[in-house]
């Protein structure tokens, strides 16, 4: 090959090596490939529990699962057919119930639940099959869930951008996609918020860029994102009153804004007609509800000032401002006095626990998911970012009302701030809200450094040796290095692969060997071995679990929607076993199961002890009793031994010491119908911690400090099984 030829080849290659460089060094090609590479990372964490098989987790996916198999039902297989059905229920009265949950009375299903997961569930799974694919209903409800949780990846970038710049959308992306708040309630076999999130984001974003570009078309989009979030999440109040929070803020300071009062109009009337065409809300919530006050009452403001009604231009800003505050404050007064004569929908129980969190009622407390979050648990979720994120909340609300995405930004943070912190739970809230204001926030000092760094530059004194630029640089690097925490310390590297809880008993394990198979083991018994028409009391944390998996019917279930059905269950367990008969015979209960994970010692004769072990992990009804005597107002003192001033059971084992929760040496706590039950003498279990017999060897157990006596058994309810392979889950019939 000729000298020529060979600098021309390398011209070539050269140039080639250029071109590609420019091509892979262009913005979008970054961008796209930094978001493809987070919504990869974050769908295969999500599906990482796929190393157990493919479950439904937790609780709430098993109903929502039946109620796909509902739909697809009363559809003959046909799925608009379903659709159809589920929307003529406003058509049918009486109002049809379904006896396998809260039975004898059942459960309105359609009236009682949001449609939206039946309907994606059984939409993808009607459309695989049309498609030649042979997949399982139950499939498709356990894989679209992270599925479609992980897209939030491309909607909280669109946010981002919207908000600011490409490195916001860029960065809040990574946050939500490594956000272990999101990601907990989002995996394989999760529930429905994996829907509502995604369009939560896409639904702020449409509204954004519907009211920059006075765009009638994205208000529409916009009002349907957030009708999905109707559809499939009960916290769907959230999206629908920030929206009209910020718009009222932003129309307080500037009653002149035409293209906001559109956009709002437009979008809101979308979402309040999805809200009252819902079987579950209807038009009292959409009209009628204290709920619903703050969207209505900005859509009426709106509506006035549109409509020529507006305050005479002649008049001061500042008197149209008192007048759109005493126009809120007489409506909110209609609202409350209408709600209090019983013309309004009052607000629920758990709602009211997050606007109000000190009114709380027993029903809402008694809930784990329901309690108010730590700083620590807070903290341990989002680390550095929260702080960065409500810097960024704080800076933007100084500049709210001069700027309509700002007052959005600091509203978003501190309303979702505020929740959040109400209810444990809403953490999944606070996630996109973290992702996308951390962001805010860290950019903003970025950039004020820069600013401050090129400026000192300028102003530098001739002759002087400070590098302003690298001081600059070095806090610059501190800080990104205090924010890094937020993507280095997320725990989804860690926790990403639990295993279902039905597998592990509700044990919150990361390694497992298959050994609390309880759970699985009973609901397989109950299916081969209980009448099917059988009705089976048990605390309302299993219903879902034992009616959609056996097919057999509860008495209550997670639903917690008949409180008086749910106390009469606490009152039969935690009464004797005469008054536990009586309910029980009135709820038409066959069998009774309960659940405790105990544990036992090997002492040095060889006997082994049981006992309940004081441990958040291991939270059996034995733990949930005092919850249980919350319900019917009675006092947890009389009933577990040390309650009232914190000396519980407790045995010490050389330098280790186990704390246990054990039944008070009190009447009421030996006649407890649950107690009985807990500690049902058995194959497998045979002594007992407390027993008294055990005061025979040396004066008592040694190390054990706790009560002593010996529980009677049962005579009205026959143990028929015991869970493999540790007996947790007891099995017990109605004698008679």
Known sequence: MSTSRAAELLQKAATYTIKALEFFGDARIVTAVILLTAFTITLLARLTPMHWGVYLNEFDPYYEYYLSEQLLQHGNGNYFSGVAWWYHWWLENPKPRDTLFWSPEGRDLRGSSQPGPAFFGAGIYSLLNALGFQVSLYDVHAFFVPIAASFAVFTAYLLGKELKDNRIGVLSAVLIALSWAY?????????????????????????LKAYKKNSILLSVLAGLSLGIVVLSWGAYLYPWN??????????????????LEKTYLVTNIIITVFVATTPR????????????????????????????????????LRQNKKIIALFIVALLALFIAGTYIGIFRGIAGRILAVVMPLAREAGVTTVAEHQVPTWNQVFDDFQTSILFALFAGYIYFTRSSEDFTNAFTSLFIFTAAYFSASIVRLLLLLSPAVAVTASLGLMEILDRLADAGT???????????????????????????????????????????QPPLILTSSVPVVR?????????????????????????????????????????????????????????????????????LQIFRELNVTYVVIFEPLQSLQLSNGIQ????????????????????????????????????????????????????????????????????????????????????????????????????????????????????????VKIFKVKG
Request: glycine fraction near 6%; charged fraction near 15%.
């Open 183 to 207: 990601m907990y309630r989002t995996n394989l076999g999760a529930k429905h918020e994996a829907i509502a999130i995604p369009f939560m984001l896409l639904g702020f974003y449409l509204f």
């Open 242 to 259: 920030l929206l009209a929070l910020v718009t009222l803020y932003w129309l307080f300071f500037h009653p002149g804004d035409t293209a």
């Open 281 to 316: 809300f209807g038009p009292t919530t959409a009209f009628l509800s204290l709920t619903g006050f703050l969207p209505l009452a900005t859509t009426l403001i709106a509506i006035l000032l549109l409509t020529g009604l507006r305050v005479p231009s002649q008049l001061h």
């Open 455 to 497: 400026t000192l530059e300028r102003r530098r004194i001739k002759g002087s040796q400070t590098n302003y630029r690298l001081v600059i640089l070095l806090v610059a690097i501190i800080l990104v290095l205090v924010f890094s925490p937020s993507i280095l310390a997320s725990k989804i590297p860690l926790n990403s692969h």
């Open 512 to 580: 497992y060997n298959y050994e609390y198979m309880d759970w699985m083991s009973a609901l397989n018994w109950i299916s081969e071995n209980v009448p099917r028409d059988a009705t089976i009391a048990t605390w309302w944390d299993y219903g879902y679990w034992i009616s959609v998996n056996t097919g057999r019917k509860t008495t209550c279930d997670n639903a917690t929607i008949d409180t008086k059905q749910i106390q009469k269950i606490a009152t039969a367990f935690m009464s004797d076993e005469a008054t536990a």
């Open 609 to 728: 002890v049981w006992f309940t072990m004081m441990h958040p992990a291991l939270g059996g009804d034995m733990a949930k009793s005092p919850q249980m005597l919350k319900w019917i107002g009675r006092d947890p003192k009389d009933y577990i031994y040390g309650y009232n001033n914190g000396t519980f059971a407790y045995i010490q084992q050389g330098s280790y010491t186990i704390y246990m929760i054990l039944p008070a040496n009190t009447p009421q706590a030996l006649n407890a119908t649950l107690y009985k039950m807990i500690y049902a003498r058995n194959i497998k279990q045979q002594v007992f911690i407390f027993d008294s017999f055990l005061q025979m060897f040396g004066g008592g157990l040694q190390g054990y400090h706790g009560p002593t006596y010996n529980i009677p058994q049962l005579e009205h309810f026959e143990l028929v099984y015991v869970s493999e392979p540790n007996g947790w």
